[in-house]
C-alpha cells in the first residue's frame, strides 16, 4: 500500500544553517504530496504541497520538489530559524483524495 | 480560513469512563477525519467521514466509535477510557475532490487516562 519515509529526529541546527529533512514515498497511483509543521502544542498546519512531477512546493522560505523518479519530496530551507523549531511531516494523498497517509514526523530543534 | 475546533486542549479522564470529544468545522468540509498522535508513532488514522451519518473504520478502531449527526461536527466517542488510550488526539478536515485539497487540522486534545 502506499507509505511515507522520512528521516528520523531529532535534527538540531545552528540559525542561518541550511535544513533538509528526507522523505521518500511509496505509491500505486499518482499522488500529491505535503508537508505538514506541528509547532509546539499545536495541531499540523500545511506549510507546502505538490501535485504533479517536478512541481516544486515553497512556503515561508521552504522549498520540496515532487521528483516522481526517485520518489521523493525532501524538504529544505537555505537558512533557518529559531521560530522554525518544530515537527515536520511528510504526507501523500492517494488519488482518490480521500486518504492521506503521514510520515513518523521529523522535530527540528534551532538554537541561537 | 477553515476553522477546526476541538472541544477540549487538555482532559484527564479514569479508566472505565466514557469520553467524548468533540470536532467542530466552520467551513461546508465533507470529509472528516480522527488521528490520534503518539512519539516514534507518527499519525495513526482512528475514524473517518465522508458525509453526515456515514463513518469509515481507520487503521485503529478498536477501542473508538465516532458520530457524525451533523455535517459540522465529529465526534469522537471512547467507550471504555484505558490507559493505553492516552494520547494527543487530532481531528482534521478536508473539502471532498481533488487529492491536492491538504488537511486542516484542530489543534488537537491531548487525553490523559489515569
Known amino acids: 500500500g502506499d507509505s511515507v519515509t522520512q528521516m528520523e529526529g531529532p535534527v538540531t541546527l545552528s540559525e542561518e544553517a541550511f535544513l533538509t529533512i528526507n522523505c521518500t514515498y511509496t505509491?500505486?497511483?499518482?499522488?500529491?504530496l505535503f508537508w505538514y509543521v506541528q509547532y509546539p502544542g499545536e495541531g499540523l498546519q500545511l506549510l507546502l504541497k505538490?501535485?504533479?512531477?517536478?512541481d516544486k512546493g515553497s512556503n515561508k522560505g521552504f522549498e520540496a520538489t515532487y521528483r516522481k523518479e526517485t520518489t521523493s519530496f525532501h524538504l529544505e530551507k537555505g537558512s533557518v530559524q529559531v521560530s522554525d523549531s518544530a515537527v515536520y511531516f511528510c504526507?501523500?494523498?492517494?488519488?482518490?483524495?480521500?486518504?492521506?497517509?503521514f510520515g513518523t514526523g521529523t522535530s527540528l530543534t534551532v538554537i541561537p | 480560513d477553515v476553522k477546526v475546533t476541538q472541544s477540549s486542549r487538555y482532559l484527564v479522564k479514569r479508566t472505565g469512563e466514557k469520553v467524548f470529544l468533540e470536532c467542530v468545522q466552520d467551513m461546508d468540509h465533507e470529509n472528516m477525519f480522527w488521528y490520534r498522535q503518539d512519539p516514534g508513532l507518527g499519525l495513526r488514522l482512528i475514524y473517518f467521514?465522508?458525509?453526515?451519518?456515514?463513518?469509515e473504520k481507520g487503521d485503529i478502531p478498536e477501542g473508538y466509535s465516532v458520530s457524525r449527526e451533523k455535517k459540522e461536527r465529529f465526534s469522537l466517542i471512547l467507550e471504555s477510557a484505558s490507559t493505553n488510550q492516552t494520547s494527543m488526539y487530532l481531528c482534521a478536515t478536508k473539502r471532498g475532490g481533488p487529492p491536492n485539497y491538504g488537511y486542516t487540522f484542530g489543534s488537537g486534545t491531548r487525553l490523559t487516562v489515569v
Open positions: 504526507a501523500l494523498s492517494d488519488p482518490t483524495g480521500n486518504q492521506f497517509y
Open positions: 467521514s465522508y458525509d453526515v451519518k456515514m463513518k
Open positions: 505509491a500505486t497511483g499518482y499522488p500529491s
Open positions: 505538490a501535485t504533479k512531477a517536478d
